[in-house]
C-alpha cells in the first residue's frame, strides 16, 4: 500500500506564502504523475496543479502565476509553493496520483487527511 501524508497549511494573511508537502510512503516502485487538490467548505474537489514525472506542470486558472509544483523523486514527495495567497484560497489541500507498487501495479491511493490553509483578509 501506498500512503499519503500532507504538511504545511496554516493560517496567513492575503498575499502571503505557504509551502506544502505531499510525502508519499510505502510499497512503492514509482511515482508518477501527481496533483494538489482542494476542497473549501460546501464546494467540491478541485484540481489546482499538476506535475507529471517528466516534470510537466499544469495549473488551474485560478492559481496561475501565485502556484508552482514541484517534487522530488528521490524522496517520493511533491511540493506546492503558494505565493501571493487569497481569501478564496482558503481550503483543504491534497495530494494524490498515480503509482506502480512493487509487485508492479499501477494504482492510486486512499486520500490522506489533507492540510488546511486558512488565508485571512
Known amino acids: 500500500q501506498v500512503q499519503l501524508v500532507e504538511s504545511g497549511g496554516g493560517l496567513v494573511q492575503a498575499g502571503g506564502s505557504l509551502r506544502l508537502s505531499c510525502a508519499a510512503s510505502?510499497?512503492?516502485?514509482?511515482?508518477?504523475?501527481m496533483g494538489w487538490y482542494r476542497q473549501a467548505p460546501g464546494k467540491q474537489r478541485e484540481l489546482v496543479a499538476s506535475?507529471?514525472?517528466?516534470?510537466?506542470?499544469n495549473y488551474a486558472d485560478s492559481v496561475k502565476g501565485r502556484f508552482t509544483i514541484s517534487r522530488d523523486n528521490a524522496k517520493n514527495t511533491v511540493y506546492l509553493q503558494m505565493n501571493s495567497l487569497k481569501v478564496e484560497d482558503t481550503a483543504v489541500y491534497f495530494c494524490?496520483?498515480?503509482?506502480?507498487?512493487?509487485?508492479?501495479?499501477?494504482?492510486?491511493?486512499?486520500w490522506g487527511q489533507g492540510t488546511q490553509v486558512t488565508v485571512s483578509s
Open positions: 494524490n496520483g498515480q503509482f506502480v507498487d512493487t509487485y508492479y501495479r499501477s494504482m492510486t491511493p486512499s
Open positions: 510505502g510499497s512503492i516502485f514509482s511515482m508518477n504523475a
Open positions: 506535475i507529471t514525472s517528466g516534470g510537466s506542470t
